[in-house]
């Protein structure tokens, strides 16, 4: 006997099995990709270069802004940059007049080697009431200016204003922090979530490369005492290296937590396919640094949560290095700035969509630029059906409202038929057909608001359709 979920008036989200009665359910779910729009920045500037990355964006009530790791590979000298936007379409870099940059302050540059020698750093704005406004938004990233080279922690800064930051306090020593670590108050658990990088079954103590790239978390209530962290749960999924986590609350459904990390994939050796990729030369002068440099190359992976720790990946790409291009097909490769934009979409007709911001051109001597792409809203996993009809069955759940909403698109020949089935009683919609992020369901025979708050079950017949989400709202 299966106990009822009580989802109440959340959006709920067909990315996984966990509302599914998976023996009554022959659709399927299918990964959706990102789609390439405009270059939204370039960087040109001296301060910054092809080594620009850990793009992530931190929403201010109208205002967005972004931070970046600025540095170029013939000088490595890394600073952090500062960058805002109304709208995620256009970002700006305001003089700033905070750090000096060859005798000059007329740069976006925030924090540089005064503060620490830095290799990441992200930022959030802290909602939790019982921060003091000094602390509002908090910067986490490592410093490599430490008593002995080995010994590195993972940093909090702190700002007022989310510009001028200071270093505050250590968080942890347990990880390598070697790429973008996350933090974020969680509202609903009351508690501070931390995403930090390491590394697991490393057999030459001095090369953490002899190992493989993995993802920990740790928990805080007050961001100053956290647990140990802990690797991961990815269930019966295969070990491989993951590089940057860009996990974050869906902001839609905030009891989901999704994640984009970028897949390490390093070949042991050259072979005649990397003579046939675009910038071979190049590729072999950037593996004088390293091998890896040359040999490795990056994807990106789509990832979900419902506790923190145990998580739905696709191995599936979610993003991959595309066509073949002068500067692609590297290491580098597929690096979603964390946060997402809902942003308007390409006609007036269209409805809003998700933009998203990836990095190009790493370590390729030309600058580093800034792509915008997009997504459906609640669009990265669907229930989806073929045209031969499939059935898709919900566990019991218990939910408030009088009127539901889905998140869907059939063909002109597709359609969704949805059941709310009770122990007693049983009311069927309409015909659903058509593309819309936001449909209210009409039933024939009855109202949905006689189903609140008692063990209901929603049983769908899907033809050429996808779904996305539901939610049971009070009437519009």
């Given at each position: ?223 100053k005492d956290w647990t140990d962290p802990v690797r991961l749960d990815f269930g019966k999924g295969a070990d491989i290296p993951l590089y940057t986590n860009v996990v974050q ?211 769908m017949i899907m033809s050429d359709a996808d779904i996305y989400s539901f939610k049971f709202t009070e009437t519009r």
């Amino acid at each position: 006997m299966q106990l009822p979920v009580n989802i109440g008036d959340r959006r709920e989200l067909f990315w996984d099995e966990y509302l599914i009665d998976t023996a009554a359910t022959s659709a399927g779910l299918k990964l959706h990709r990102l789609k390439s729009k405009e270059v939204v920045m370039e960087h040109d500037s001296p301060w910054e270069g092809d080594g620009c990355d850990y793009y992530n964006i931190c929403a201010d009530d109208d205002l967005y802004r972004m931070y970046y790791l600025a540095w170029n590979t013939e000088s490595r000298e890394m600073v952090v940059c500062y960058a805002q936007s109304s709208n995620g379409l256009k970002w700006e870099k305001p003089d700033l007049g905070l750090c000096e940059y060859n005798s000059s302050k007329k740069n976006n540059i925030i924090l540089d080697k005064k503060t620490a020698k830095f290799d990441n750093f992200s930022v959030f704005k802290d909602p939790n009431p019982d921060c003091p406004d000094n602390e509002r938004y908090k910067g986490v990233g490592i410093d490599g200016f430490e008593k002995f080279p080995d010994e590195r922690y993972l940093w909090c800064f702190t700002s007022a204003d989310g510009i001028n930051f200071k270093k505050a306090w250590r968080m942890t020593d347990q990880g390598k922090f070697d790429s973008l670590n996350i933090a974020f108050w969680d509202k609903l658990e009351q508690k501070y979530m931390c995403y930090l990088r390491d590394f697991h079954d490393v057999k030459v103590s001095t090369d953490w490369n002899t190992g493989i790239r993995d993802i920990r978390w740790m928990t805080s209530k007050d961001f100053k005492d956290w647990t140990d962290p802990v690797r991961l749960d990815f269930g019966k999924g295969a070990d491989i290296p993951l590089y940057t986590n860009v996990v974050q609350p869906y902001y839609r459904a905030g009891h989901v937590y999704i994640g984009f990390p970028s897949r390490y994939i390093e070949r042991k050796e050259w072979t005649p396919n990397y003579d046939q990729l675009p910038g071979a030369e190049r590729r072999k002068k950037r593996m004088e640094g390293h091998p890896r440099y040359g040999l490795a190359v990056t994807d990106c992976v789509f990832m979900s949560s419902r506790d923190g720790m145990t998580w739905n990946r696709w191995d599936e790409a979610f993003m991959r290095p595309g066509p073949e291009r002068e500067y692609n097909w590297v290491y580098g490769d597929c690096y979603p700035a964390l946060g997402m934009i809902e942003t308007p979409g390409d006609t007036k007709y269209d409805p809003n969509e998700l933009s998203m911001y990836v990095f190009e051109n790493h370590m390729s001597k030309v600058p580093t630029k800034l792509r915008r792409y997009t997504i459906r809203i609640d669009g990265f996993v669907s229930y989806n059906s073929t045209y031969k009809p499939c059935r898709l069955m919900t566990r019991p759940f218990i939910f408030k409202g009088s009127e539901l909403s889905v998140n869907f698109s059939t063909s002109a020949a597709g359609h969704i038929n949805i059941k709310l089935v009770s122990e007693d009683s049983m009311i069927e919609s309409y015909e659903l057909f058509g593309d819309s992020t936001d449909r209210k369901v009409i039933f024939k025979n009855g109202d949905p608001a006689s189903f609140a708050g008692r063990p209901v079950r929603m049983d769908m017949i899907m033809s050429d359709a996808d779904i996305y989400s539901f939610k049971f709202t009070e009437t519009r």
